[in-house]
């Protein structure tokens, strides 16, 4: 997840993560947005977890990586997730939507090292914006 996470690329000092694991059940859909970085259970590996980020919600529409004549509606429960390199990530690329059940928490804030204490980790990046269209319509690029 760098540059979000582990910007300096240091392989001796990593973030610490606080992660709000409220997010899981009922509530997944009214408690994450497009942009949070949230941890989940592989589809493929149910013992991995991956840490990416969420680029569409249900009902969102997405022009995968490498794609640009192509798109996926996402489905109701599910979600689009996408690290932020995505060009060499494990990611909805590969495995195409995510159920929101396999949601396990969302990274709110580093607190460690101190350096990062505080850090914002919300946003979705700028580029991966014009490949999302808000239920189907509109480009995120004109919300």
């Not at 300096?8 to 610490?16: F, G, H, M, P, Q």
């Not at 840490?51 to 109701?76: Q, W």
């Not at 495995?95 to 505080?118: D, E, H, Q, Y």
């Not at 991966?128 to 004109?142: D, F, I, Q």
Request: charged residues 25%; aromatic residues 6%.
């Amino acid at each position: 997840m760098q540059p979000a996470l582990n910007p300096d690329s240091n392989l001796l000092r990593r973030d610490v993560v606080l992660v709000d694991r409220m997010v899981q059940g009922e509530m997944a859909p009214r408690r994450l947005r497009r942009g949070d970085i949230v941890t989940l259970v592989s589809p493929y590996d149910p013992d991995l977890l991956l840490v990416k980020r969420i680029i569409a919600m249900p009902h969102d529409c997405v022009v995968p990586l490498g794609k640009p004549n192509s798109f996926v509606r996402v489905p109701k429960g599910h979600c689009w997730v996408e690290g932020d390199e995505s060009f060499h990530s494990g990611d909805s690329t590969s495995f195409g939507p995510v159920s929101l059940a396999l949601i396990r928490g969302r990274a709110l804030t580093p607190v460690w090292p101190p350096s990062r204490f505080g850090a914002s980790l919300a946003g979705l990046p700028e580029w991966k914006k014009s490949r999302v269209y808000a239920n189907g319509v509109r480009p995120l690029t004109e919300l």
